[in-house]
């Protein structure tokens, strides 16, 4: 039973629903690919898919618009996969539980991959329709957006006309973006020999922080889960040794870490005063940050021991999470309010090896490298090794741009307001597609949403509709 039915626009919440009910988290892309290949042959369209998944579609001018110049809509098919502690889904397998309350759309305790699910509900709703006025589209749907823009990096371009890119990966309605930070990933990996190791075990917990969009939301004075954890083992290390047997913080280098947990073997006598020491950091995180749920603790663990690390390893470990930068590095001096430089601890685990992986942004391209020959250099330090992908461009601002012109021209018409046009920190694809494509005019737009890449992201239903009646008419003007 479909759980959108009669929301409005129907067509977009249609394919919004059949785009949640197939897995399609980063690196999980090819059952989505093909639905959009099989859409593609439905309705006769041209397309092209290739080997990293990476979909383009191609629609000829609606009548009167045959001989227009070709737009380009994009849109990213992946999403981030993050889900509450107790939801049974297995998000590599199963669709998402999705609902609405008349006001949101929203998944039971996951993401919703609004971020970027709807820019491919609206390219097919589109494309589907006949009776939409537009010129000729060519529409890019690229794969593993969120784990550094890894899509985007490898697609084919060059069989495209179109020069005018509406890039539908926004989340706040009546803000047009037309530049964005660039970006990499970063990882730090520590060989984690281990050996058996005996005596009481403490896990330790970090839990209730908000988390959130490591580029949106980096400045919003929200805590970091493994920094937390880094001071929590630094505190209890400083009383007694410890050997560590686990480690869990984060999942997406993207997201900033809501909770994180380290089981340990205690080689010293003081295990009650490890909650007191918890405690006291659990009402300084309260104090210092937007983290009024915030949670630390430690529990006893009903083992003797376990394979560990060293206690100098662990120490090793320990370090790095406390001397790793974090979060904002530097505000704009041109635009107020605008983060320049940032990076996110996003992911600390001990698998293997101790890996801790980051997400790097800016806008100056010199800081960006600064910051990444920083975590080389920790790296190196520590005797971790270092490695780096997914880097992307900054997106310039563009003095001259017609489309822009024209966007805001048809919102004041529409709205009765002037948008917003700014610069935002978290990344977009269009500084590599732009790459691509010399003298590309883009404009980001998207419908509101909430809380994205957390299990609270929402879609607004009337910001939606707004926004594709928006879109089909800067179509229709071009």
């Known amino acids: 039973m479909r759980k959108l039915k009669g ?16 897995p399609h988290g980063s690196g999980n892309t090819k059952r989505i690919s093909d639905y959009l290949v099989a859409f593609a042959k439905k309705h006769n369209l041209k397309y092209v898919q290739d080997a990293a998944n990476n979909v383009i579609l191609f629609q000829e001018g609606t009548e009167g618009y045959e001989d227009h110049a070709p737009v380009i809509l994009q849109g990213h098919m992946d999403m981030v996969c993050e889900k509450d502690e107790n939801c049974p889904l297995n998000m590599e397998t199963d669709g998402l539980d999705i609902t609405h309350d008349g006001e949101y759309v929203f998944a039971k305790g996951t993401t919703l991959g609004g971020d970027d699910g709807i820019a491919v509900a609206y390219i097919l ?10 010129p000729p589209v060519e529409a890019i749907i690229t794969v593993d957006e969120e784990i550094g823009m890894l899509g985007a990096d490898v697609i084919d371009l060059s069989m495209l006309k179109g020069r005018t890119l509406i890039n539908v990966d926004s989340e706040e309605e009546g803000v047009f973006t037309v530049s964005c930070a660039g970006g990499a990933t970063a990882t730090i990996t520590l060989p984690a020999p281990r050996h058996a190791v005996y005596g009481p075990c403490i896990r330790l917990v970090v839990d209730g922080l908000q988390g959130g969009h490591s580029g949106v939301e980096i400045h919003k004075n929200r805590a970091n889960a ?18 560590l047997t686990s480690f869990s913080g984060g999942a997406k280098d993207n997201a900033i870490p809501r909770s994180c947990q380290a089981t340990m073997v205690m080689l010293g006598m003081q295990p009650e005063r490890i909650n007191d020491i918890a405690q006291q950091l659990q009402e300084e995180i309260r104090t210092q940050y937007d983290e009024p749920e915030a949670v630390v603790y430690g529990e006893n663990v009903e083992a003797l021991g376990g394979n560990a690390l060293s206690a100098e390893l662990s120490a090793t470990v320990t370090a790095i999470l406390c001397a790793a930068p974090n979060g904002v590095q530097k505000m704009s001096s041109d635009v107020e309010g605008l983060v320049q430089t940032s990076l996110n601890l996003g992911i600390a685990k001990l698998e293997e090896d101790m890996v801790f992986t980051f997400s790097v942004r800016s806008s100056v391209d010199a800081e960006k490298e600064e910051l990444l020959e920083k975590l080389r250099q920790l790296a190196a330090f520590h005797g971790a090794n270092y490695s780096q992908m997914g880097d992307y461009p900054a997106w310039e601002y563009r003095a001259d741009s017609p489309l822009r012109d024209t966007m805001v021209r048809i919102y004041q018409d529409m709205f009765g307001k002037d948008p917003v046009v700014n610069a935002i920190h978290a990344g977009l694809e269009c ?3 732009g790459k691509k494509l010399p003298g590309l005019d883009c404009v980001s737009i998207g419908p509101d949403m909430c809380d994205i890449h957390t299990s609270r992201e929402r879609l607004n239903i009337a910001s939606t509709q ?3 009646e928006f879109l089909k008419e800067i179509l229709k003007a071009l």
């Open 7 to 22: 929301l409005s626009p129907e067509s977009v919440f249609s394919y919004f629903e059949e785009i949640c009910a197939i």
């Open 125 to 134: 709703a589109l494309l589907a329709d006949k009776t939409i006025p537009h």
């Open 226 to 243: 493994n920094k937390v954890m880094g001071e929590l083992l630094s505190r209890v290390q400083a009383i007694m040794p410890v050997c």
């Open 431 to 433: 500084g590599l597609l």
């Open 466 to 468: 707004r926004t594709w």
